[in-house]
């Protein structure tokens, strides 16, 4: 799960990490309340949940009011990555001496939370990766201790250089961990973590994603989900039992099972198709299942025709094909539809869904065939 | 021979009375798994499909000796069910749980290394030695006695191919499935290696998919230390950045852990990659063909 960089700002001051005030803002007249209780020059940021809103031109500094009112006009409502500003963060702009980033990830291959520090801040941290790797400082978090102050102390001097600023350094990088850990995050990034001219050291951007399999224990953050149209769509097909991304192709698939159903997709593109979704509902034989998935892929008006290919394993294949007779009983449509059906009690499903007058094929790539020979109907 | 379960495996079944625990051992008892005790706090001394039950791992092994675990507790509670596992001297456990936080597992990793236990999963579906024991979800029928290792990422999938192989008279040492989330315990490499070492093994199948990059640590690992052939496929070539694909641990960040950058690991590595699942089979025969 994602949260906007106000939203991250809010969790960073919740933990004691300095942040220069903001005012979040829905209109051009916030905008303006908003430059005019900061009194000064104001930066004003595009609150989308995507990276790059600078390139884009979703980032402005404001000398005066009025500057900020031009900026609002014209970042609010404008489109960046296909996802359209709503809200603009209206924030007082430091005086910067110099840019740092610090970011913690959960690293898969150490198993382990892993800080990275560098000089290079401001700049995607990605792009530092590829171009300068050894201006990036890595270090892999014991997971029995914590990040040890000893530790933060001389990540934070060698970033740095100054004890004084790498002081105030390595208490923020203490508690950016304390609360990756306790929000079960999966990324928390500061960047850039500036110096000022006068010698303080603040977050004035930041970006957190948080583990979805752990929401059921954070509330606090779940409450924070701003979902975009996608995301609402993917989150009412996980309340039902199913896994569901859209695509933008038009030939519908249902599977059982995540990797099955991604080889599905690739089995679509490899004959020539384009498939529309990933849908994954799981291992049963439940009727209702079935109806809630093909209520989804036919509520995409792109999809021509529907492959639904099932691997019978504990479910048998005769179970699931009387689920899906049950399901095609209630779901009328004219969108064509092909059943795959193999592994246990293959034949019986088979023979089960033939009386039906459904196309049923057994191997995938006769149903990824017949499915986009569908779709061109 | 085999890798990590066999005719010696003696399990106990971690959340034995839940739906999904009593299901399942019965069906891994049918297959002939040695299945010696199940365990579900304050239930000591009833019995579940033939099994008995303990209040706890420790008290479940100072009886019948078991040294693998399985566990069907939810997720909330599976890090700590793997750690009672491994305190108590299991030495393989196999979380099927789905949904475990991943700092919970970050957590446990260095006590199980310290403990010298082995964990697979979670969010997996288990492992199969066929012919001598089943531990885990796998539909037993589809597998048949042989010499290929096999490893994977996902649960349908894997059975697709392995049904493909059984079809094509290729059976099976034994049949691991790793697991969909991106902190877990074996991965390909550590398993690589295992079916290296085993002399019944005379080749690989490995199903790899997108995020993370444990399939390009699994190519050098083949190109510079394995002799037994791998034949490979990668699911997710038409998968979206940045969305989850069912799996936790499949998606593509940032740009990295694509298809198309395993699949070229691979091929830099020697190892043919599977066009379609349909070809694997086939890919298998001409690869040990070589060998001759």
Do not use: W
């Amino acid at each position: 799960m994602k949260i906007h960089e106000y939203q991250a700002r809010q969790i960073f001051r919740d933990y004691g990490i300095p942040v220069p005030a903001d005012v979040l803002c829905y209109t051009v007249r916030e905008v303006e309340k908003a430059a005019k209780e900061l009194n000064g020059m104001v930066v004003i940021k595009a609150q989308v949940l995507t990276g790059g809103r600078g390139k884009a031109g979703g980032v402005k500094l404001a000398r005066n009011v009025e500057e900020a009112i031009n900026a609002g006009k014209q970042i609010l409502g404008m489109d960046i990555k296909g996802l359209t500003v709503e809200k603009v963060l209206v924030t007082r702009a430091a005086d910067i001496e110099k840019e740092f980033y610090v970011g913690l990830i959960n690293d898969r291959n150490t198993k382990s939370v892993i800080l990275m520090a560098s000089a290079e801040g401001g700049v995607e941290i990605e792009e530092v990766a590829k171009t300068n790797p050894e201006k990036i400082i890595k270090f892999q978090i014991n997971p029995l201790t914590g990040l040890l102050d000893y530790q933060t102390r001389n990540i934070a001097l060698k970033l740095f250089g100054n004890a004084i600023h790498a002081q105030k350094a390595a208490s923020i990088l203490t508690k950016l961990y304390k609360l990756f850990i306790e929000t079960d995050s999966t990324l928390a990034e500061i960047n850039p973590l500036i110096l000022t001219t006068d010698n303080e050291v603040l977050a004035i951007d930041g970006k957190m994603n948080f583990d979805d399999n752990a929401l059921f224990r954070q509330p606090k953050i779940l409450a924070m989900r701003e979902p975009d149209e996608e995301e609402v769509q993917e989150i009412a097909a996980h309340e039902k039992g199913l896994s569901y991304i859209k695509l933008d192709g038009n030939i519908g698939c249902m599977v059982n099972g995540a990797g099955l159903a991604m080889a599905t997709m690739d089995m679509i593109k490899l004959y020539g198709g384009s498939p529309a979704n990933f849908l994954d509902i799981g291992g049963s034989s439940n009727p209702q299942k079935v109806i809630d998935a093909m209520n989804i892929l036919l509520g995409d008006k792109n999809v021509k025709s529907v492959m639904i290919n099932i691997f019978g394993g504990i479910t048998r294949c005769d179970d699931v094909a009387r689920g899906l007779i049950k399901a095609l009983e209630i779901i009328i449509t004219d969108v064509p539809i092909v059943v795959r059906l193999s592994g246990t009690n293959a034949e019986e499903g088979l023979a089960i869904l033939k009386e039906t007058g459904l196309p049923t094929v057994s191997s995938m790539s006769e149903a990824a065939k017949k499915a986009i020979e569908l779709s061109k109907r | 021979m085999s890798i990590l379960v066999n005719k010696d495996t003696k399990l106990v079944v971690q959340g034995i009375t839940g739906r999904d625990g009593k299901f399942h051992t019965g069906r891994m008892t049918e297959y002939g798994t040695n299945v010696v005790a199940g365990v579900s706090p304050g239930k000591e001394g009833e019995t579940v499909e033939g099994v008995p039950v303990f209040n706890s791992v420790e008290n479940a092994v100072k009886a019948t000796g078991a040294n693998t675990s399985i566990l069907f507790v939810p997720a909330a509670y599976a890090a700590d069910a793997i750690l009672e596992a491994s305190e108590a001297g299991i030495k393989l456990v196999v979380a099927i749980s789905e949904g475990v936080p991943i700092q919970d597992m970050i957590r446990v990793t260095p006590i199980l290394k310290q403990n010298g236990t082995l964990l697979i999963g979670p969010n997996c579906p288990g492992l199969i030695t066929p012919g001598e024991a089943l531990v885990g979800i796998l539909p037993a029928m589809i597998f048949k006695e042989g010499n290929i290792g096999f490893i994977s990422r996902s649960g349908t999938l894997t059975y697709e191919v392995v049904n493909l192989l059984t079809l094509s008279d290729f059976g099976q040492t034994t049949v691991v499935g790793i697991g969909g989330d991106p902190v877990a315990g074996l991965y390909f490499i550590d398993l690589l290696e295992l079916f290296e070492n085993d002399p019944d093994t005379i080749a690989v199948v490995l199903i790899g998919e997108i995020g993370g990059d444990a399939e390009e640590q699994a190519a050098q690992y083949i190109a510079e230390k394995m002799t037994k052939p791998v034949v490979a496929f990668i699911a997710g070539q038409t998968a979206p950045p940045g969305k989850r694909m069912g799996h936790a641990g499949a998606i593509i960040s940032s740009g990295s852990g694509t298809a198309a950058e395993k699949i070229a690991a691979f091929n830099k590595a020697g190892v043919h990659v599977a066009k379609e699942p349909a070809e694997i089979p086939e890919l298998l025969r001409k690869k040990l063909a070589e060998l001759k």
